[in-house]
Each structure stands twice: as C-alpha cells, then as structure tokens.
C-alpha cells in the first residue's frame, strides 16, 4: 500500500508540475523534503533519548507494568496478539496517554518503544503485525483531552474563549478513534499476514523462555516502604500546593475553569512525569542515573534510522505539494463537498492534516487570521487539526524505527480514522456553535 502510494504522488507531482509549468517547484519540493526529513529525525535525538531514558526507568521501577495490569481486559480484547504482562503493553499505554493529554515530544519515542516492544513478537520481520497495525490506528486517532496546539493558535488570535474546542474535539476524536479500531479489526481479516513456519516458532517460543531484555524489565519490583510511601505523599502534596499556586495565577489571566484547568495540565504534565518516575525509581533501590543513561542511548541509533523513510516520505510529498496537486484536487472535489456541506475552506487542511504537521498547522493559522478565531470555520478547523493526525508521517517514523517495509493495512486503517474525524469535526462544531 505505502509503495503504491509513495509511486503515486512521485509520478503524480512530476507530470502535473510538467504539464503547469511548476517543474522547478516541483524540484525545491523535493530538496526542501529531504533537508527537513533529516532535520525532523536529527532534532528528535535529545526528545528520544530523554522520554526512553523515563521510560526505562517506569519499566524497571513497575510503572509501566502497573499501567498495564490495571488497563489488561481492555488491551487483551485490542491486542489479544500480545501477552499480557509483555513490556509492549505499558509501552502502547504510555503513548496513548500522552497523545490524549497532547504531549507530542512524549508520545513520539514512547510510540517507537513501544514498536521497538511489538517488533519482539513479530515473526516476519519487515512485515505489521496485526498488533502494530491496530496500535497504529489507535495511535493516529488517539482520544485528544486537551488539544494543545490548536487552543495556542486560537489564544495568541485573541479568541474569546479559546478552549471551546476542548469539547468538540474530545467527540470528534471518539468518533475516530472508534472508526480506526473497527477498520482496523475488519480490514485485518482481508490482509492477512503470512503463516509463520514451524523453526520460527519454535525459535520464538525458545526465545521467549531464556531470560533477557523482555523478562528483565517485566520482573515484579519491590514494593514501596513505609518511609517510600511517606515520601511519595510529601511529593504529592507539594505537586497539589504547585497545581494550586498555577490555578490561582491562571484565574487573573483567563476566565473559566476549564481554561485554568488546560494551563495546569500544560503546565504540570511533563514536569511530572520527569520527577515522579526518577522519585519511584531511587525510593525502589534502583540507580535512577545508570538506568536513564542506558535507556537514554537508543535514542540516537533510532533516529538515524528513520532518517530513510522520513526522506523517501517527505520528498514525494513535498513534490507533489509543489506541483499544485492540493490545489487541484480541491477543484474537482468541491462540487462533491458542497452536496455533503462539508465547507469547502476546510479542503485545504484536510487533505493536508495527513501529509504535513507543519503545513496543516500553517493553513490553520490562515483560516483564523482570515476567518478570526471565534469564527465557525475556524473552531471548526481547529476542532479538526486537534482530532486528527499526520497518519503518514507517523507510520513512517514508528514503521521505520523497526525498519517495517510491508505495512498491510496500516494506511487505510489510518485514512479512514483520519477521514470520519474530519467529517465528525464539522458535524459536532456545526452542532455546538451555531
């Protein structure tokens, strides 16, 4: 699917580009894709190599495999592939939850883990496994809390109410991420991976059994002491005091409780995570800098190895970009639109939202100078930027990272959860604005 679309848009962009007269665009698309596919890996070094340092340190301290016990039944019936108490539970959970709370800088290399984790059980190395491609449809389509980026283009417009669209993309997310798991479950049967051979799983079985990587970080830490647990409440209650300081300071700048509720979310998220799991980690007997080092040094290795698929990705891409292929395809589906009162200014930022973070992100920004930012059309570009993903870009970072060639059914999955919160985007803000 990926190598038939890749075709596709390179042959695409250099023929329209001929026949308008945009080949030299069509040439700076392809050189602009590739320094900024390399720029993107390279600037993800530091941001991997810190959350797979925390995250390290969650697994060997239990937090990771507390997440998951607490969450089995659900992710058994999801990944019914993937053993229960195997590291790549809590590493998809990890993700999930800092994509719901709009973490991106977090859930980028705790989504590569987590691949890292799924590629273990995988018994044809270079192809998705059903578990990787439902992870993928969950993760492009993840339930969004709090859409940070999108209410930070709408506050520095100067909206009246900026988080309005916490609501309608927390629906509209819902929408999706129900439409990615029931694509992804049905089209799984059409494409169905190939029979593993017996030597494979006898090797996998083998492997499984001998104690290594897997079993050492899903071993059942200590439990905490009473003086731990005396410390970890002191640390929470000066966290509280914290949250409160924040609440208190919000409330001068913006009206609102679930505005103020937005900035000590923002605001104290990461922080948290940065300091609670070292705290859990040091109170186990653990030593937190040894640990965080040794996770921290495959972030390095992991982004030079996605650097191939980010060029091969952003390159066609941008060409086809310069060749006007956007614009053209917004011509002839606007008729289509207007029959479905789908607002044909939102053409742009939907077909780009799966292409391009940055450029969807630029094409937002114009709706609301143009539009202003309490404007239907730009809540409702808001509501959709914040509900849905750059499903390509993200296959090509967590399918490189484990250097997966044959995604399967990955793609559409990821199309179609991208394409039912774009329309639940404009039904539900047409429903709660106007």
Known sequence: MLNTIWLGLVLAAVFLGGFSGRLPAVTEGAIKGAETAVTLALGLVGVMALWLGIMRLAEKAGL??????????VMRRLFPDVPPDHPAMGSMLMNIAANMLGLNNAATPLGIRAMKDLERLNPHP?????????????NTSSVQLIPVTAIAILAAAKSVDPTAIIGTAFLATVCSTAAGIIAVKSLERI???????????????????VPGDISELTQSSSPLSTFGRAVVLVYLLGFCAIAYMIWQGA???????VSKLVNVVSALAIPFLLSFVPLIASLKKLKVYEEFTEGAKEGFSVALKIIPFLVALLVAISMFRGAGGIELIGQFAGPFLNYLHFPSELLPISLMRPLSGSGSLGILSELVKQYGPDHLISRTAATLFGSTETTFYVIAVYFGAVNIRRTRHAVPAGLIADFVGMGASVVICRIAFT
């Open 191 to 209: 494409w169905r991976s190939p029979p593993a051979s017996l030597e494979t799983l006898r090797s996998e079985t083998a492997q499984a059994s």
């Open 126 to 138: 270079g192809t998705a496994t059903n578990a990787m491609c439902t992870f993928l449809a969950i």
């Open 64 to 73: 990771v495999q507390g997440l998951a016990t607490l969450l089995r039944p």
């Open 251 to 257: 409330a001068v700048a913006q009206g609102g409780r």
